[in-house]
């Protein structure tokens, strides 16, 4: 008779995966990647590495796993923005300005999802996920095209250079060894103008 799970055991491999994750993602919160080795995930998390590994075979695929939910989250927010009734150029806006004020807010997780040396497994994973960000800005770009406030343009181009453009200029301020860069709303309207020119936007400021 092949084993199967109890309704019991399953629940609690499911709270063991949730605590798992939960811990990861805190102790990256505080210190990125490096913070967060499989030892202090485990402890955080109150199982044995072992249970870490039963869940997830690798590190790199906990990362991952950790990093996909980030962007789950981001993208959720950047839709809500994308749906409202403003006008394109001011969603793009206030899409670009929040993601840049939220990583500003979380500087040691904005740089391990953004910039932070990780295994090629997790850099996959940060790709993906800037294209799908790139997803909701191309839709906000052909909107205002259609709309007649940016002009004609390369939309996919357009999107992944908006960004480019947002995510490298962020390295700089929530790197580790950041020490008084330029940081608050100054960088989040110099961002914002700069990504309106960019595309052509009139009345940009910034």
């Not at 250079?161 to 995510?167: D, K, L, N, P, R």
């Not at 790197?175 to 700069?194: K, M, T």
Request: charged share 20%; hydrophobic share 50%.
């Amino acid at each position: 008779m092949a084993y199967r799970r109890s309704a019991l055991m399953e629940e609690r491999l499911a709270g063991n995966r949730e605590r798992i994750l939960h811990a990861a993602r805190v102790l990256i919160a505080e210190g990125g990647y490096r913070n967060a080795p499989v030892t202090a995930v485990a402890a955080a998390a109150g199982v044995s590495t072992g249970q870490i590994y039963r869940h997830f075979p690798s590190k790199a695929e906990l990362f991952v796993e950790v990093l996909n939910e980030a962007v789950q989250r981001e993208m959720a927010i950047l839709r809500a923005i994308a749906a409202t009734q403003a006008s394109a150029a001011e969603r793009l806006r206030s899409a670009i300005a929040t993601f840049v004020r939220r990583a500003l807010a979380g500087p040691a997780l904005a740089y391990a999802f953004i910039a932070e040396p990780v295994e090629s497994e997790v850099d996959a994973e940060r790709i993906r996920g800037r294209r799908l960000f790139g997803e909701v800005f191309r839709q906000l770009l052909a909107e205002g095209v259609a709309a007649g406030e940016f002009p004609q343009q390369s939309l996919d181009a357009a999107a992944a250079c908006i960004v480019g453009a947002f995510t490298e200029a962020l390295v700089g301020p929530i790197a580790p060894s950041r020490g008084d860069p330029q940081q608050g709303e100054q960088l989040v309207e110099a961002i914002c103008g700069f990504c309106l020119r960019a595309v052509g936007a009139a009345q940009a400021s910034g």
